[in-house]
């Protein structure tokens, strides 16, 4: 059984940082896609951060870019993303994804087959 599992959210301030890890089991997906999005109560899920299967190609969504860095570790099967000066509006069940068909990235909700259960980020003013 397939399984990504994320951790690392929590209650901070704005400006703290916070590093969320997601660890994937029952199958390797070091040559897939991944990626971080999040979902704010009464919004849409939104794209925050890719990485290709290589690690070489990486996005970020326009509001957390030069603040976030998503990285792999493939021999650990888990993604990371780092996210600094962190804001109110980061405020957001944080959820990572795969994508078993490809290495590239896809930005879209449509683009991944596999989920974790996410992970609740909160930060106060």
């Known amino acids: 059984q397939v399984q990504l599992v994320e951790s690392g959210g929590g209650l901070v301030h704005a400006g703290d940082s916070l590093r969320l890890s997601c660890a994937a089991s029952g199958r390797t997906f070091s040559r897939n896609a991944m990626g971080w999005f999040r979902q704010a109560p009464g919004k849409e899920r939104e794209c925050v951060a890719t990485?290709?299967?290589?690690?070489?190609?990486?996005y970020y969504t326009d509001s957390v870019k030069g603040r976030s860095a998503v990285s792999r570790d493939n021999a650990k099967n888990t993604v990371y993303l780092q996210m600094n000066s962190l804001k109110p509006s980061d405020t957001a069940v944080y959820y990572c994804?795969?994508?078993?068909?490809?290495?590239?990235?896809?930005?879209?909700?449509?683009?991944?087959?596999?989920w974790g259960q996410g992970t609740q980020v909160t930060v106060s003013s």
């Open positions: 994804a795969a994508d078993s068909r490809r290495g590239y990235s896809g930005r879209q909700v449509a683009d991944y087959d596999y």
């Open positions: 990485i290709s299967g290589s690690g070489s190609f990486t």
